[in-house]
């Protein structure tokens, strides 16, 4: 198996070029307020100093995405050039004035026109099923002229965590809907001849969002669609378990081919994203030659890998990328990790590489050997101090094996992106949490104060 790029058509986003032979671009998200242009353009800074290529940003409402003005301006003055995108939820008015003063806006399918996610069955027939693609086409159209007017790309960004309740009741909770979400936005864009467009299929799952991928690629080259992808594990979480699984799900499609823009996303500070991401996009030869010798080596349900690697990082993501796809695909569910006779972690206890392995293996959703946190990186929509949060959770639950814990820092993708967790905590508003139960809401508005002992106690009421 060697390594060979899928080819697709070029989005121009301000001066960079995505997709076809341009190199895989890097990028990362704000966690500042859009109205704090001062912090926005700090963060910003430190991004593209790290080597972001693009720099996303929410918009909640209309007086954020006129502020992306502001901020683009003083980027810009102080020669930082790289695009800015515009991160929209719920409001398509708020995209409408974005594409006037950024690069890119990212609009999800799943809450442009769609009311936001409630987990009800809705009962279409053909025709009224119809009737909401013609609200959708409608209502895109106007936005895809504003954006050809002033040169604004677009990304197409599908969530797991927020298909609407349209989409969920005809097609299910399954990768064929989360592709059909997105295929009903890119048929209009196609006929409209608009072609500055990104497409992103997002899940914390790393099995879905590599088969939904592989799967919406398919049905792009049906339709003659071929369009540059973005790639991310969306809330993968922080530290070791946050690189392993986006080298995971993001490795495994890199190694196919797939891929023109990625996100590692992090319970980090943004900046820290980048040189993960780099790693990744640099290690995309040896472990597509690494998979291929891993693939023809299986034995006994067990992928034995040798490797080695200039430091421990490195290691776990290149481990994690080259096995990826085998594990997802169950091609086998044991890994063994050795290093190289010659590495300097020779020396290295095995259970080191057993604790990786484990790792590996739970990230491809195929043993569980510890708690497992989907915590999403934040945004300027963050309703309370995320990272604190995840540090104090982490730290009375790290022993409940299996368990799976939801941290949210708000409401566009919170409970459905924790949809499979046994618990969930959400920001609601500022400093207020819901806390959940898997899909339901079983304390509401909560103070932020109180709320990480309400949600120990609700896990030990239920026996864990």
């Known amino acids: 198996m060697s390594y060979q790029r899928r080819m697709s058509t070029v989005a121009h986003v301000g001066n960079t070029a995505i997709g076809g032979d341009n190199p895989i671009r890097i990028q990362s998200m704000t966690t500042t307020d859009t109205n704090d242009t001062e912090g926005c353009v700090a963060q910003a800074k ?32 102080d020669g930082y050039m790289q695009p800015l995108v515009a991160d929209v939820h719920f409001n398509a008015r708020v995209a409408d004035v974005a594409a006037q003063y950024c690069e890119k806006v990212r609009i999800n399918p799943g809450n442009y026109v769609d009311p936001g996610r409630t ?13 909401e693609l013609r609200k959708i086409d409608e209502r895109l159209v106007p936005f895809i002229n504003i954006c050809r007017e002033h040169h604004t790309a677009v990304r197409i960004g599908v969530n797991h965590g927020s298909l609407s309740d349209r989409i969920m009741s005809r097609y299910g909770d399954t990768p064929a809907g989360i592709v059909e979400s997105c295929m009903e936005f890119l048929r209009i864009f196609k006929r409209e001849q608009f072609n500055d467009v990104v497409i992103s299929i997002k899940a914390s799952n790393t099995v879905v969002m590599v088969t939904s991928v592989r799967l919406l690629v398919q049905a792009m080259d049906k339709e003659d669609m071929h369009y540059p992808l973005h790639l991310g594990v969306t809330e993968a979480g922080e530290g070791e378990d946050g690189r392993i699984k986006s080298a995971v799900g993001i490795g495994a499609l890199l ?25 990744l996009v640099d290690l995309i030869p040896e472990c597509t030659r690494l998979r291929a010798e891993a693939e023809a080596g299986i034995k006994d349900d067990t992928i034995t890998l040798q490797l080695d690697a200039p430091d421990w ?36 206890h095995s259970s080191l590489f057993t604790s990786l392995s484990d790792a590996i293996l739970q990230a491809a959703r195929i043993k569980f050997t510890k708690t497992e946190y989907i915590s999403c990186p934040g945004c300027g929509r963050t309703l309370y101090n995320l990272q604190d949060t995840i540090r104090r959770i982490k730290a009375a639950t790290s022993h409940l094996v299996g368990l799976k814990i939801g941290i949210m820092g708000c409401i ?17 508003g500022r400093g207020k949490i819901s806390l959940y139960r898997q899909k339901e809401c079983v304390a509401k508005n909560i103070p932020e104060e109180e709320a990480v002992d309400r949600l120990l106690q609700l896990i030990e009421a239920d026996g864990h």
């Open 46 to 77: 430190r991004i593209i100093d790290a080597g972001g290529e693009l720099v996303r940003l929410t918009t909640q409402g209309t007086r954020e995405a006129e502020n992306m003005k502001n901020i683009s301006a003083r980027l810009k003055q």
């Open 119 to 131: 987990f009800k069955h809705l009962e279409y027939t053909d025709e009224e099923y119809q009737e």
């Open 255 to 279: 190694t196919e081919g797939i891929g023109d823009t990625i996100r590692v996303s992090l319970s980090e500070e943004p900046e820290c994203e980048i040189p993960v991401a780099r790693k």
């Open 313 to 348: 990082e490195t290691l776990q993501l290149k481990a994690a990328m080259a096995v990826g796809a085998l594990l997802i695909d169950r091609k086998a569910t044991k890994l063994v990790i050795v290093p190289d006779s010659g590495s300097k972690f020779f020396t290295l």
């Open 412 to 428: 566009v993708n919170g409970p459905g992106e924790m949809a499979d967790a046994d618990y969930g905590y959400v920001g609601a």
